[in-house]
């Protein structure tokens, strides 16, 4: 008995220590988008928190290793929140508009504010630089065979779908970096968004007719 009760008691200890590293990792990412990278501390992280600085230390040793954490949740949830909206997917729909307007509206959340403002000070920051990078190849990875699974009538070449994704997904991004301060008007910004679906509609349509053409002689 006193052996479960032991047992019980160890397994509440580890279910409350992963509830506080995971209410640091969020708090983390609240203290990016409210801050900024640089001024993000190990005491403003722990007070959003609401743990002790201790405790912050405990679970992270430093600013970069919890930012570590930060990153790897910011970009798996960015991505669950891209699997399951697209999903989503208005009867009649054409399944390239409605991933760009999937993506399209997480660019304008919480999570990739957040992204915007690590990649930025990741330019001056190596350390931070060499943990953004694999984790967002393994997000564009993961993107990209969402999207090939929505294209299921796509007789082009790998590399050609690729190429459209990327135009698609890096014009986003961009617009998005775009939209900082304002730097970009909402009626400009709605036009460019609505001018790339069509853009890249009209390039899978074609793309697919010149595959299917008989070779020249």
């Given amino acids: 008995m006193a052996k479960s009760k032991a047992s019980t008691g160890r397994t509440w200890q ?14 983390t990412l609240e203290c990016i988008v409210e801050n900024g990278y640089e001024r993000t ?14 405790s912050m230390q405990y679970h992270f040793k430093t600013k970069l290793d919890a930012i570590k954490a930060a990153v790897n949740y910011l970009l ?47 330019r001056i920051n190596p350390e931070l630089a060499a943990v953004l990078k694999p984790a967002y190849q393994r997000f564009v990875t993961a993107w990209r065979k969402d999207a090939l699974s929505m294209a299921s009538n796509w007789k082009g070449t790998r590399e050609q779908f690729d190429l459209i994704c990327d135009l698609g997904q890096y014009q986003m991004e961009g617009l ?40 020249k002689v």
């Fill in 76 to 122: 798996e949830k960015r991505l669950a929140d891209h699997q399951r909206d697209l999903q989503d997917m208005p009867k009649g729909a054409n399944p390239m508009e409605h991933a760009i307007d999937v993506y399209w509206s997480h660019l304008s959340e919480g999570h990739f504010i957040a992204y915007q403002d690590l990649v930025v000070a990741g």
């Fill in 176 to 215: 998005a970096f775009g939209q900082l301060n304002n730097q970009l008007g909402q009626e400009q910004v709605k036009k460019v968004v609505e001018f790339t679906k069509h853009l890249l509609v009209d390039m899978m349509v074609n793309t697919r007719s010149q595959e299917n053409q008989p070779d």
């Fill in 41 to 54: 501390t190990m005491s403003k992280i722990a007070g959003i928190a609401n743990v002790s600085l201790g």
């Fill in 14 to 27: 580890a279910q409350k220590s992963a509830l506080t590293r995971d209410r640091i990792v969020v708090a």
